[in-house]
């Protein structure tokens, strides 16, 4: 059985950084496509950062220069190191591992920005 479990989020003040974790078992991890989405209260989940099994790494404009993606195939863990964080990057954010058809999701750790 598929599990993602995140972790690292928490409340930072604007300009500060947070580093999530997502350790995943059941999955076929170092094959696959991993990466992170997020939810803002009333938005729709978006994409922020994926990283192929190849290594290559589309972030979304908005976290471009701030957030760096990162895997470690050994461990089945999937990071995103955020700095200079804003208060636009608030929400609910979900790992997300993606190989075919198959498509595995964590429950999500909160991310609030404010001063």
């Known amino acids: 059985q598929a599990q993602l479990v995140e972790s690292g989020g928490g409340e930072v003040q604007p300009g500060g950084s947070l580093r999530l974790s997502c350790a995943a078992s059941?999955?076929?991890?170092?094959?696959?496509?991993v990466g992170w989405y997020r939810q803002a209260p009333g938005k729709q989940r978006e994409s922020v950062a994926q990283?192929?099994?190849?290594?290559?790494?589309p972030y979304a404009d908005s976290v471009k220069g701030r957030f760096t993606i990162s895997r470690d195939n050994a461990k089945n863990t999937v990071y995103l190191q955020m700095n200079s964080l804003k208060p636009e990057d608030t929400g609910v954010y979900y790992c997300?591992?993606?190989?075919?058809?198959?498509?595995?999701w964590g429950q999500g750790t909160q991310v609030a920005v404010s001063s």
């Open positions: 997300n591992v993606r190989f075919g058809r198959s498509d595995y």
């Open positions: 990283i192929t099994s190849g290594g290559s790494t």
């Open positions: 059941g999955t076929p991890f170092r094959i696959s496509t």
